[in-house]
């Protein structure tokens, strides 16, 4: 099955939305594993970022861009999309270091 992944290129002076696709099993989304293969594939070397599984990070200093957002992933039957104001709510509640009890 396909599935279409909507992302956002995120560069200093402007943003560019980009498509790509991903051959996935039948009600399936793609992991982290594919959508670095994916982004490969299309020239963005890139690593995901282990705060956010949504936003990969270039492994180039030197690259052009700052970093990239994946904004959807739709196979026709299931449709993910990041809710960023739940998002927000939650990041503003839990506390942004892990510290001992």
Do not use: W
Request: negative net charge; hydrophobic residues 30%.
């Amino acid at each position: 099955m396909e599935c279409i992944v909507k992302f956002d290129v995120v560069h200093e002076q402007e943003t560019k939305s980009l498509r790509g696709l991903i051959f996935v099993n039948e009600d399936e989304l793609p992991n982290v594993n594919q959508l670095t293969e994916m982004l490969t594939d299309m020239k963005y070397e890139v690593k995901a970022d282990p705060s956010d599984p949504m936003r990969y990070n270039p492994v180039n200093p030197q690259a052009d861009y700052q970093y990239i957002h994946i904004r959807e992933l739709d196979t026709g039957d299931k449709t993910y999309k990041e809710d960023r104001d739940l998002k927000n709510i939650v990041s503003n509640l839990l506390p942004s270091q892990n510290r001992p009890i």
